[in-house]
């Protein structure tokens, strides 16, 4: 009789949410296989967490290590301390990590040490720069891990190039587009506000933009020089809004409003006039959706969006965002195509393999 494969899902962070639900979906259809999910509570908030699971229909998790807030050290360190004995007792034969948050490369950490195979999720994706604790985080859990799912062929270069094994590296597509791609309907029709004709759709969350006061001041003057031409909304942190406040900045026309849960983040993408934004998966939603993105970064891991999407790296250049708006507005925007494979079946790709792996891997329970 074949043994279950027992796969447990390892989320800590919103963008983790929008990868792990077409993965539990596609692997709940196989009956040989067991799941477990495991929420660090990386992102704590319940006002945000909570109704991200209930859109994306995500069960509630099994396990919610509750770990919170704190620097990179103390919250890795902090995932790892708790979910070792979470993986002694139930001795899975898979962990599936995925993107490249602090709950990721913990998991993959303490995976390594139990020698308990890995899955990751979005492996692959490079922005060469070290600065990024996302890079190292990436860079760390590729080597520990003994399946790779990448999103795009770059992503199967990248890994190769770093000495991964082509056996262990599986190009399976982008699993936020399968999100996307089952719940824009959904977005699109239930959406409740009235939206300008026309707007610049903002998000911002990354250290150098918001937390250097020069580079936010920076931004915010373009921002609201950008609002002259078309109506300007920043879904933002409240951490963000009151550093905004304390320098006593006259915002003007910038609408500042609440983070948005997933749905009606996605109605909003797709009736932007443009993107501003630091959010890799932004940059890949927005390529998906073909709406004209301008990320405020110098580099990203995500070069397909540039190069065949509708993204355009401005750096923390204010006169260039200002300019490339100009530029759009006057019928020259960006165009682009959605890249192979981000079709909406890339979770059905990963549970296949995964599947067709499952005597090896449900070996590990009992080894």
Known sequence: MEMALHILHVVGARPNFMKVAPVLRALTR?????????????????????????????????????????????????????????????????????????STVAAALVCSKLQIKIGHVEAGLRSFDRSMPEEINRIVTDQLSDLLFTPSEDGNHNLEKEGIPTKKIHLVGNVMIDSLKRLLPLALQNQKNSLPAKFALVTLHRPSNVDDSNTLKSI??????????????FPSHPRTRQRVADFGFDTGHIQFVEPLPYLEFLAMQRAATVVITDSGGVQEET?????????????????????????????????????????????????????????????????????????????????
Not at 49 to 54: K, L, N, T, Y
């Open 30 to 102: 196989q009956k040989s296989v067991k799941q477990t999910l495991v929420h660090t509570g990386q992102h704590y908030d319940a006002s945000l967490s909570d109704i991200f699971f209930q859109q994306l229909e995500i069960p509630a998790p099994d396990v919610n290590l509750a770990v919170g807030s704190g620097s990179h050290a103390q919250q890795t360190a902090s995932i790892m301390i708790r979910l070792e004995p979470i993986l002694s007792e139930r001795k899975p034969g898979l962990v599936l990590v995925y993107g490249d948050v602090n």
């Open 287 to 367: 390529t998906y959706l073909g709406i004209p993105c301008l990320t405020l970064r110098a580099n990203t891991e995500r070069p397909i969006t540039v190069s065949r999407g509708t993204n355009i790296l401005v750096g923390q250049d204010a006169h260039r965002l200002e300019e490339e708006v100009t530029k759009l507005l006057n019928g020259k925007a960006k165009h682009g195509i959605v890249p192979p494979l981000w079709d909406g079946h890339a979770a059905e790709r990963i549970a296949d393999i995964l599947v067709s792996r499952q005597p090896e891997l449900a070996k590990s329970l009992h080894a």
């Open 220 to 233: 915010l003057q373009s921002l609201q020089n950008i609002s002259r031409q078309l109506d300007v909304i």
